[in-house]
């Protein structure tokens, strides 16, 4: 394949919520590109981009997809990412690669959830965006007031460089706000088109749009600013170029219009990108840790950040990465900066999804994939030796659901548990953990689909089988007032016998302040030897729990009296006593049990607030605050752990798709008795069979 250099290449993502035809987009973006010769429909499951048999059979994008194709011989890398939000990682790893992001919002549902979500990660990696609002061809359309939708969540910098004609059935003309013209698509979906005058019943709208698409270019720019005003208007010039450098700068959000399947402003698009759309060397040079910085440029010492790592069959791991500076080529050693190994760069690929096309050098700004590193995963840095960098991690989203599994077959733990790091390398956004103090296996995601997909990959690729279970909620245990006993061990049965005996006081500690023991003996009732077997044995107690098994926390422990004998008394023997009398003190000082709450933050359209609050107060959830957030509401609430298994999916279901959620641990609350007492009956039923 020709080689690239930086200023001809186009690094292009599309993003959006779930069901807005960003694959089918990238489909007829390849159609055109000559890269395919018909375009294939996500229902035949035959497109490039979402080749996966999960995908096929799901009819959704689950993993990030690389294409590419020439366009005007300028190099376009094409990035498409899903949009269920049980994979929006995969948007987070694809949103620090590509170079200019294109929103793609459906004409029938407007701004949804996922479309601010992509946006957040464009403007935190400093990615220029532009809206696409596809689908046109559907019946019963409100162009304008998506449009107005747009503007009232992401400011007056949104601006038409496009309208349609008429949406719906029909929809084959649109009026393009660069050029000035009607562009009338073919309707045999060549994607095809001809430019002709602007019709008279429309010019007076499509002057006016052109006047707001000027004023803001000119806006963004001082000195253009200036001439608009002199000479009320920019020449081509002066308007392609000042549009281009406001684009860069995030100051001008422009809309464009299309039907994908149709093949409908697709076309078109491809010369907007070439035109516009900021090669990799004209934004700004990339920064490592500690203030390190490269320009994009093939003078610059070779650097690459691996974005995606994925695990073929007959293939192994095949890690995507983009060229940050310099270039690579195949057989170039280079150093992980961030696990200090060295690597040898094996054999190269552009990707169109699953095809590959063999590269030998890529430079800097372009985007590829390479196959067999030894030790390099997602969130890596590759550089030239003696010229490191460190690109920052990836920042993934924390986990929104967790279960439990356990193996079908017994002697598959090595298995599943490598199986498991493996699928994490590959997956950041799921986290799995061997839990000692829940005895069970827990595993983390982004939701039910998501850890669905984890545990069918890891029955097709590493031959185990799991069940799920509901994971068991990590309680504490503690008290609410304070108390005293004696614990006295006597044992004597022929030969040396065992003495201990020491007095407690158990006081409550505020939450949050785990643990404290004093030696408050006076006068050596106790001698000094036997005082860490004392604390040792109220340790060892608090570990294991008294009321149901949990661990005691927020407690202050005081040994303030005893007695021993000179011949009995040993370690051992004030250790059981230190327990037993632990257990006694603690029944009396009115325990109770201790429940993980969660700090939730959901995000819903206005019309699903009622339910989704009702929703949270039938977990036990308290609301702690309302915000309004453009369309959206953003309810935040705390709630027990217990009642949060699977909440992602039925957020999903009560919210039609609609609702997202955050959480993250707050705090430690007591149990409201009449659930005490189950867990407790629970606890105990347990230890019988067990026992």
Request: proline share 4%; glycine share 8%.
């Amino acid at each position: 394949m020709k080689e690239f250099q930086t200023e001809q290449i186009r690094n292009i993502g599309f993003g959006g919520h779930g069901g807005t035809g960003k694959t089918s987009l990238v489909e007829a973006l390849l159609f055109n590109l000559k890269e395919i010769n018909r375009m294939g429909t996500i229902e035949q499951g035959n497109t490039v981009s979402d080749y996966n048999e999960d995908e096929i059979k799901r009819q959704i994008s689950l993993n990030t997809a690389l294409a590419h194709g020439i366009w005007k011989d300028h190099k376009i890398n094409i990035i498409d990412t899903p949009g269920y939000s049980d994979f929006f990682g995969e948007v987070v790893g694809a949103a620090r690669v590509i170079d200019t992001a294109f929103l793609v919002v459906s004409a029938a549902s407007g701004v949804e959830v996922g479309t601010e979500q992509v946006w957040e990660q464009a403007e935190k990696n400093k990615v220029p965006r532009f809206f696409i609002i596809n689908k046109l061809d559907r019946e019963n359309l409100n162009f304008d007031d998506v449009v107005k939708g747009l503007i009232d969540s992401f400011g007056h910098q949104v601006v038409l460089a496009q309208f349609p004609v008429e949406t719906g059935p029909n929809f084959s003309s649109i009026i393009d706000l660069f050029r000035m013209k009607i562009l009338k698509f073919s309707k045999d979906n060549s994607g095809n088109y001809t430019e002709e005058d602007i019709p008279a019943d429309l010019k007076d709208k499509a002057d006016d749009l052109h006047l707001k698409l000027i004023e803001a270019v000119a806006e963004s720019d001082d000195s253009l600013m200036e001439k608009y005003f002199e000479a009320g208007a920019l020449t081509e010039e002066e308007f392609s170029s000042g549009f281009k450098k406001a684009v860069a700068q995030d100051a001008v959000f422009p809309i464009f219009c299309m039907a994908a399947t149709t093949n409908v402003g697709v076309k078109r698009l491809l010369d907007i990108a070439v035109n516009f759309c900021p090669a990799p060397n004209e934004l700004d040079a990339k920064v490592g840790e500690k203030e390190v910085t490269r320009k994009v440029s093939v003078s610059e010492p070779a650097s690459a950040f691996i974005f995606k790592t994925l695990s073929e069959m007959h293939m192994g791991e095949l890690s995507y990465f983009k060229v940050m500076s310099g270039s690579i080529k195949t057989g170039d050693d280079l150093i992980n900066s961030s696990t200090g190994q060295s690597e040898r760069m094996g054999q190269m690929f552009s990707l169109n999804g699953k095809n590959k096309i063999s590269v030998e050098r890529f430079n800097a700004g372009d985007i590829g994939a390479v196959v067999k590193l030894k030790g390099t995963h997602t969130g890596n840095t590759l550089c030239a030796k003696g010229k490191e960098i460190k690109y920052p991690k990836i920042e993934f989203p924390e986990p929104l659901i967790r279960s439990a599994i356990r193996p079908k077959a017994k002697g598959d733990e090595d298995k599943i548990s490598n199986g498991l790091h493996t699928l994490h390398e590959e997956d950041p956004t799921f986290v799995y953990n061997q839990d000692a103090e829940l005895h069970q296996t827990i595993i983390s995601g982004q939701g039910e689909m998501h850890l669905a997909i984890i545990l069918s990959r890891l029955k097709e690729r590493f031959g185990v089988e799991v069940e799920e279970e509901e994971p068991r909620i990590p309680f504490r245990e503690t008290i609410k007032k304070k108390a005293e006993a004696q614990g006295k061990y006597k044992k004597q049965s022929g030969g040396r016998g065992q003495y201990g005996d020491c007095h407690l006081r158990l006081e409550p500690m505020a939450r949050g302040e785990k643990f404290e023991f004093v030696d408050a003996i006076v006068g050596g009732v106790i001698p000094n030897k036997f005082i860490p077997a004392v604390e040792k044995g109220v340790i060892e107690t608090m570990e294991k729990g008294v009321l149901a098994g949990y661990p005691v926390v927020d407690v202050r422990v005081s040994v303030f009296d005893g007695s021993y004998h000179n011949v009995d008394s040993s370690e051992m023997a004030f250790k059981v006593a230190a327990s037993m009398g632990f257990k006694k003190a603690f029944e009396q000082a009115n325990p109770v049990l201790l429940e993980p709450i969660i700090n939730v933050e959901v995000r819903v359209p206005d019309e699903y607030m009622g339910d989704v609050m009702g929703d949270i107060s039938s977990r036990r959830g308290k609301i702690m605050g309302m915000d309004s957030d453009g369309r959206f509401q953003v309810i935040n609430a705390q709630v027990p752990l217990a009642e949060l298994f699977r909440y992602s999916t039925a957020l999903r279901s009560m919210t039609a798709g609609r609702g997202i959620h955050k959480r993250s641990f707050s705090h430690y609350e007591e149990v409201p008795s009449e659930f005490a007492q189950k867990i407790i009956a629970s606890a105990k039923k347990e230890k019988e069979e067990e026992g």
